[in-house]
Each structure stands twice: as structure tokens, then as C-alpha cells.
């Protein structure tokens, strides 16, 4: 069982930037998968940025060069740092931890940090 707590959203105006935060506790973070989700009002939850347990990322065609992802195993936490904010990138964020075996998927999440991006 993995407990997920997101931190670090609010409100900041179009072209600024925000850090989310993402505790984990409760199981061994480094052997799983992070991301980083985002549902807006009326529009399915999308991946924004993940980061394996190996490090590797990848990210959404809409954040990339904006958005970093980043995890600090010691700390079991994993990072969204966000630049040149815009207003439609306005949603509920959403820290996810991913784990696949052979017989099982663990998959869980956290309970959301609003961002708001206006002026």
C-alpha cells in the first residue's frame, strides 16, 4: 500500500511557474513508476509527466519544455516543477505511483492539488 500526498498548487498568473510536491509513504518508493495527472473541469484525467523507477521520463506534447519531472528516492518524493504557466493549464493535479508484476498492478493515487492559472 502506498500513501500519496500532493502539495504546491495554487494560483499563478499566466507565464509564471509553481513546484508540486509528491510525499509517499508506506512502501518502497523507488521500484515504482511516478506520474503526474491532470483533470480539468469537463475533460478526462491526462498524463502530464512520468518518471520511472530507472529515472527515464516522459511527457505530454502540451508540457514539454515547460514541465520537469523529478524524484528524490531519499526523500521519497517526486516533483513537477512548471514554467511559462497558462491559463489552460488550469486543473486538479493528480500524483500517481505505478507498479506492474507479473501477476498484479498496483496503482495508486493521491487526492489532487488545484492549480489555477489566471490573471
Known amino acids: 500500500q502506498v500513501q500519496l500526498v500532493e502539495s504546491g498548487g495554487g494560483l499563478v498568473q499566466p507565464g509564471g511557474s509553481l513546484r508540486l510536491s509528491c510525499a509517499a509513504s508506506?512502501?518502497?518508493?523507488?521500484?515504482?513508476?511516478m506520474g503526474w495527472y491532470r483533470q480539468a473541469p469537463g475533460k478526462q484525467r491526462e498524463l502530464v509527466a512520468a518518471i520511472t523507477s530507472g529515472g527515464s521520463t516522459n511527457y505530454a506534447d502540451s508540457v514539454k519544455g515547460r514541465f520537469t519531472i523529478s524524484r528524490d528516492n531519499a526523500k521519497n518524493t517526486v516533483y513537477l516543477q512548471m514554467y511559462s504557466l497558462k491559463p489552460e493549464d488550469t486543473a486538479v493535479y493528480y500524483c500517481?505511483?505505478?507498479?506492474?508484476?507479473?501477476?498484479?498492478?498496483?496503482?495508486?493515487w493521491g487526492q489532487g492539488t488545484q492549480v489555477t492559472v489566471s490573471s
Open positions: 500517481n505511483a505505478r507498479r506492474l508484476t507479473i501477476a498484479t498492478l498496483y496503482d495508486y
Open positions: 508506506g512502501s518502497i518508493f523507488s521500484i515504482y513508476a
